[in-house]
Nanobody
Framework: QVPLVESGGGLVQAGGSLRLSCAAS?????MGWFRQAPGKEREFVAA????????LYEDSVKGRFTISRGDAENTVYLEMNRLKPEDTAFYYC???????????????WGQGTQVIVSS
C-alpha cells in the first residue's frame, strides 16, 4: 500500500477547468485516475506510466483532460478542461504497476476528491 493524497477538487461551472493533483510516497508508480458518480460504478478516467511515456484516456474525456507527471516523479496531475455536468463525481487516484483501465489491477487508492460541475 502506497499512501496517496489527492487535492484540487471543487465546484466549477460547465465549460470551466480544474486541476487535480495526486502525490504518492516513495518511488514513481504508474498512476491512474478513476471517478465515481452518485449511484454509478467507478469508472476509469486516465492513466500514465511511471516514466510518463504512456498515457491512456477514457473516450469521453479525450481532448478535454490531460494526465501528466510533475517535476517530482511521484506527483501526477489531471488537468480537466471544458468540464461538463456529467463529469461530476468523486475522483480517485490509484497507483499500480502498468497503465490499465482495470481498477482491480491498481494496488493503492487515495481517499478521493469531489468535483462538481454546475450547468
Amino acid at each position: 500500500q502506497v499512501p496517496l493524497v489527492e487535492s484540487g477538487g471543487g465546484l466549477v461551472q460547465a465549460g470551466g477547468s480544474l486541476r487535480l493533483s495526486c502525490a504518492a510516497s516513495g518511488r514513481a508508480y504508474t498512476m491512474g485516475w478513476f471517478r465515481q458518480a452518485p449511484g454509478k460504478e467507478r469508472e476509469f478516467v486516465a492513466a500514465i506510466s511511471w516514466s510518463g511515456s504512456t498515457t491512456l484516456y477514457e473516450d469521453s474525456v479525450k481532448g478535454r483532460f490531460t494526465i501528466s507527471r510533475g517535476d517530482a516523479e511521484n506527483t501526477v496531475y489531471l488537468e480537466m478542461n471544458r468540464l461538463k455536468p456529467e463529469d461530476t463525481a468523486f475522483y480517485y487516484c490509484a497507483a499500480g504497476s502498468f497503465p490499465t483501465r482495470d481498477s482491480s489491477l491498481y494496488d493503492s487508492w487515495g481517499q478521493g476528491t469531489q468535483v462538481i460541475v454546475s450547468s
